[in-house]
């Protein structure tokens, strides 16, 4: 069975600084890895997605994330964010022996301050 | 761009009807899929499609029903509308029927229905 857990709720953070939104996965099999966001009163737009090869995926808007196989996480980090960032943003993942399978975590609303 | 489009963006309905959501994507797409987001749990799949009349039960298929006559319409049933239905349901539709992985889902806005 696969689980996708992201451990904060809600991330507060200032316009300019750094953010880090965490994800963690649990799979018997290989998977492959999507974040997405969410903008108040849409659906979900694909961010950025890992599927193979190098584990720095860089994605839209300036976000990137990186696949650590070892501690099974596929973290997504953004330099400097911006108040259009102010969003919610899901984690997913897509296991190897289930093409159609999408799995997503609870998500994580970023909260950009001026 | 692929579009998507969900027939309502907010629907109230009373307990027992019987309830049809729409959805219709423009990019001939092979795959499509009824989620539903409540807050806390993420994204539940509820049903997909991988082609005309085909399709595969989700993670939470009870009370639900779909129907893809055509493959740019997948409709989504709830056969008697129960109150632990309201939910806000997401439609997606991706590229190749085959590999949904290698293709990202492109979602519909919504529709936030309540069920009185």
């Known amino acids: 069975a696969q689980s996708v857990t992201q451990l904060d709720s809600q991330v507060p953070v200032f316009e300019e600084a750094p953010v880090e939104l965490r994800c963690n996965y649990s799979s018997s099999v290989s998977v492959y890895l999507f974040w997405y966001v969410q903008y108040p009163n849409q659906g979900l737009q694909l961010l950025l997605k890992?599927?193979?090869?190098?584990?720095l995926v860089k994605g839209i808007n300036g976000f990137e994330a990186e696949f650590n196989k070892s501690q099974t996480s596929f973290h997504l980090r953004k330099p400097s964010v911006h108040i259009s960032d102010t969003a919610e943003y899901f984690c997913?993942?897509?296991?190897?022996?289930?093409?159609?399978?999408?799995?997503f975590g609870s998500g994580t609303k970023l909260n950009v301050k001026p | 761009d692929v579009k998507v489009t969900q027939s309502s963006r907010y629907l109230v309905k009373r307990t027992g009807e019987k309830v049809f959501l729409e959805c219709v994507q423009d990019?001939?797409?092979?795959?499509m899929f009824w989620y539903r987001q409540d807050p806390g749990l993420g994204l539940r799949l509820i049903y997909f499609s991988y082609d005309v009349k085909m399709k595969e039960k989700g993670d939470i298929p009870e009370g639900y029903s779909v129907s893809r006559e055509k493959k740019e319409r997948f409709s989504l049933i709830l056969e008697s509308a129960s109150t632990n239905q309201t939910s806000m349901y997401l439609c997606?539709?991706?590229?190749?029927?085959?590999?949904?992985?290698?293709?990202?889902?492109?979602f519909g806005d919504g529709t936030r229905l309540s069920i009185l």
């Open positions: 890992y599927l193979s090869g190098s584990t």
């Open positions: 997606a539709s991706s590229q190749q029927g085959g590999n949904a992985r290698n293709q990202p889902q492109h």
């Open positions: 990019m001939d797409h092979e795959n």
């Open positions: 997913a993942v897509n296991p190897s022996n289930n093409f159609n399978k999408f799995y």
